[in-house]
DNA sequence: ACCTGAACACCGTTCAAGT
DNA sequence: ACCTGAACACCGTTCAAGT
């Protein structure tokens, strides 16, 4: 069969969702696909921008899809992406650690953090702080789902200290931290303007 | 001269600072050191433990330092440990990324993380809230710090999109984000407790 | 245009054998 | 106890040559 970009890109999900990131390399996706590591490097430079289009696609969508703009309730539907964003890098193994790796490129650019700057600039407060604001938020969601993943990875393994810890639930202590957060952006806007 | 696990690390931290994580193979520091690569396996285990004894080197010393334990300051003490925390992390190229790796395997250990979690308990807020707001100060910060880095390391190889775009002051975005997320925290002090 | 074959320059890790 | 020599099983990437 011939490969087009799209087929690579398949593929390479596959291994990731079976596997794991670090079982994603371009000599096995190669022979995944019945095709020499050398004859992936038509469809793709190299593996950067490969890793890089796998998280675009993870990230792509989010946006538009939880954005309902309704103004004057930017609250919830900054909690709207960010829980939506979070979901995404949940959705593969290693998600987080894959979209992170980009945004470390090309900080404040992706979907998300743009469309959380914009929410958080109508809601008032200045284009700096806006745009500060929505960095922060979004290392919060790739730290915590990094961690989430990294601890998934370690048990598939079995390689946890004490499985029977009892571990916090990661849901909970996600929305506690995006509360106090948000707590924190409310009281700017709360707060008379200088 | 005779290896010690003081000198390998010693090593391993030059090779770091002058040309980054990416270039810290074992093959590397042991022709460094002069020694063959077999030679570094009787001093430490694997790679990921020698990592991970450079990540607690970095990080170790943190807490005791920068924590003036003044009860009813927890703000000043709160912002002290992670401008610390930061500023450690920035010390060395690659430095976020490094204790980062270590931090997913055991997520709310590690110097900063515990104080942390001392200091926002005895401000008032419960144990499991506490817990929730140092981890998400902790991905705030190693992420914050990983973004410079990334950015210092393009500049370094010279493959910066634009190396004359106005560039936010990273200083001043971390202060405004720590800011917005104490803001937060302290409202929860302010209201009443239920 | 798209892929093969084959090489180049690397990796981390192991382990018998030496000292 | 501490390290060498040498191997094992991998990597990403390149590129002439084939189809």
């Given at each position: 069969?011939?490969?087009?970009?799209?087929?690579?890109?398949?593929?390479?999900?596959?291994?990731?969702?079976?596997?794991?990131?670090?079982d994603l390399t371009m000599r096995r996706l190669a022979s995944s696909l019945g095709v020499?590591?050398?004859?992936?490097?038509?469809?793709?430079?190299?593996?950067?921008?490969?890793?890089?289009?796998?998280?675009?696609?993870?990230?792509?969508?989010?946006?538009?899809?939880?954005?309902?703009?309704?103004?004057?309730?930017?609250?919830?539907?900054?909690?709207?992406?960010?829980?939506?964003?979070?979901?995404?890098?949940?959705?593969?193994?290693?998600?987080?650690?894959?979209?992170?790796?980009?945004?470390?490129?090309?900080?404040?650019?992706?979907?998300?953090?743009?469309?959380?700057?914009?929410?958080?600039?109508?809601?008032?407060?200045?284009?700096?702080?806006?745009?500060?604001?929505?960095?922060?938020?979004?290392?919060?969601?790739?730290?915590?789902?990094?961690?989430?993943?990294?601890?998934?990875?370690?048990?598939?393994?079995?390689?946890?200290?004490?499985?029977?810890?009892?571990?916090p639930d990661p849901e909970q202590v996600f929305r506690t931290g995006l509360a106090i957060f948000l707590d924190g952006l409310q009281q700017r806007?709360?707060?008379?303007?200088?």
């Amino acid at each position: 069969m011939r490969l087009t970009r799209e087929s690579v890109l398949k593929g390479a999900f596959a291994i990731l969702d079976d596997y794991g990131l670090g079982d994603l390399t371009m000599r096995r996706l190669a022979s995944s696909l019945g095709v020499q590591p050398g004859g992936l490097y038509w469809h793709f430079a190299n593996k950067q921008t490969l890793l890089a289009a796998m998280a675009d696609e993870i990230v792509t969508g989010i946006a538009t899809d939880s954005l309902q703009d309704e103004p004057g309730r930017w609250r919830t539907n900054l909690a709207g992406i960010t829980e939506t964003f979070r979901t995404a890098l949940l959705r593969h193994p290693d998600g987080a650690e894959l979209v992170a790796a980009g945004y470390a490129l090309r900080p404040g650019s992706g979907q998300p953090a743009q469309t959380m700057i914009k929410i958080i600039e109508r809601a008032g407060i200045d284009p700096v702080d806006a745009q500060a604001a929505a960095g922060a938020l979004v290392h919060f969601v790739l730290g915590h789902a990094a961690e989430v993943q990294a601890h998934d990875r370690l048990r598939r393994v079995g390689g946890l200290p004490d499985p029977t810890a009892p571990a916090p639930d990661p849901e909970q202590v996600f929305r506690t931290g995006l509360a106090i957060f948000l707590d924190g952006l409310q009281q700017r806007l709360d707060l008379p303007q200088r």
